[in-house]
């Protein structure tokens, strides 16, 4: 289970996940990691797009909070956790007439803010992209400067879960009203545990697997959820984990 080397794990900064000097879920993950795994970690905090170029060349072996995609797959294993909606933010510019994904788009004046490397839905990258091609979203490199811009009106919108917003938000109180928009009900995003495979073998990917689900199943990962959010959303933001299939 335990790599040779101490594990170089990478945090990054989003609101109740982590924040540098008051932690988050991610850190108490991480710190339950450490008691069951009994490996050595060494720890640091990046930027998100960051991390996922370390993770991929091999400079780190671990981060949390990470959404599997195709790509992603050719060089990390994932031990799932958590799942969340991920709403659009309007702020207080956006016309009250707008409450559609295609009246956004077709109001040229619009602009929409993210985190590079941010995976939201599919739905909700594929509108992202649509917007990239006409220049209308402006990338940033960490959550807390897109919070301070979309608070200064920099940009008209934004895409976020209750992970992030509540926090921001509070922190960053937009100058207006805020709308929220459930453009993509049918969507659940899911953040994993992301091990490099080139620190992990599939074996010890499986017995890192087998611990986040043991955490799942015993009420680890819901009371730490739950230190931060009523039980009723704590248990709405743990991952299911799948019935096995079993034959009559």
Not at 55 to 65: P, Q, R, W
Not at 159 to 177: D, Q, V
Not at 209 to 221: E, F, H, P, V, W
């Given at each position: 289970?335990?790599?040779?080397?101490?594990?170089?794990?990478?945090?990054?900064?989003?609101?109740?996940?982590?924040?540098?000097?008051?932690?988050?879920?991610?850190?108490?993950?991480?710190?339950?990691?450490?008691?069951?795994?009994?490996?050595?970690?060494?720890?640091?905090?990046?930027?998100?797009?960051?991390?996922?170029?370390?993770?991929?060349?091999?400079?780190?072996?671990?981060?949390?909070?990470?959404?599997?995609?195709?790509?992603?797959?050719?060089?990390?294993?994932?031990?799932?956790?958590?799942?969340?909606?991920?709403?659009?933010?309007?702020?207080?510019?956006?016309?009250?007439?707008?409450?559609?994904?295609?009246q956004f788009i077709a109001d040229e004046k619009l602009m929409i803010g993210g985190v590079r490397s941010f995976?939201?839905?599919?739905?909700?990258?594929?509108?992202?992209?649509?917007?990239?091609?006409?220049?209308?979203?402006?990338?940033?490199?960490?959550?807390?400067?897109?919070?301070?811009?979309?608070?200064?009106?920099?940009?008209?919108?934004?895409?976020?879960?209750?992970?992030?917003?509540?926090?921001?938000?509070?922190?960053?109180?937009?100058?207006?009203?805020?709308?929220?928009?459930?453009?993509?009900?049918?969507?659940?995003?899911?953040?994993?545990?992301?091990?490099?495979?080139?620190?992990?073998?599939?074996?010890?990917?499986?017995?890192?697997?087998?611990?986040?689900?043991?955490?799942?199943?015993?009420?680890?990962?819901?009371?730490?959820?739950?230190?931060?959010?009523?039980?009723?959303?704590?248990?709405?933001?743990?991952?299911?984990?799948?019935?096995?299939?079993?034959?009559?």
């Open positions: 289970m335990c790599p040779r080397q101490p594990i170089r794990f990478a945090h990054y900064e989003m609101g109740t996940l982590y924040v540098k000097g008051s932690g988050g879920i991610d850190e108490d993950l991480l710190q339950e990691l450490i008691k069951r795994s009994g490996c050595t970690f060494t720890v640091s905090i990046l930027p998100r797009a960051r991390s996922w170029y370390e993770l991929e060349e091999g400079s780190i072996d671990m981060l949390a909070s990470g959404v599997q995609t195709n790509d992603r797959d050719k060089y990390a294993w994932f031990a799932p956790y958590l799942q969340d909606k991920k709403y659009v933010l309007l702020g207080p510019k956006v016309p009250p007439a707008i409450t559609t994904m295609e995976k939201y839905s599919p739905l909700y990258d594929a509108w992202s992209e649509r917007l990239v091609a006409t220049g209308r979203l402006e990338q940033v490199g960490d959550i807390d400067t897109l919070y301070r811009m979309f608070a200064h009106g920099r940009f008209d919108a934004t895409i976020a879960s209750p992970l992030a917003y509540r926090y921001y938000l509070e922190r960053y109180p937009p100058h207006g009203r805020i709308r929220f928009m459930d453009w993509d009900p049918g969507s659940k995003s899911v953040s994993s545990l992301a091990l490099s495979k080139k620190a992990f073998s599939a074996k010890q990917a499986r017995q890192w697997q087998a611990l986040i689900r043991a955490m799942l199943s015993d009420g680890t990962i819901l009371h730490i959820l739950s230190q931060r959010f009523s039980n009723e959303e704590a248990k709405a933001l743990l991952f299911t984990i799948p019935a096995k299939n079993t034959r009559p």
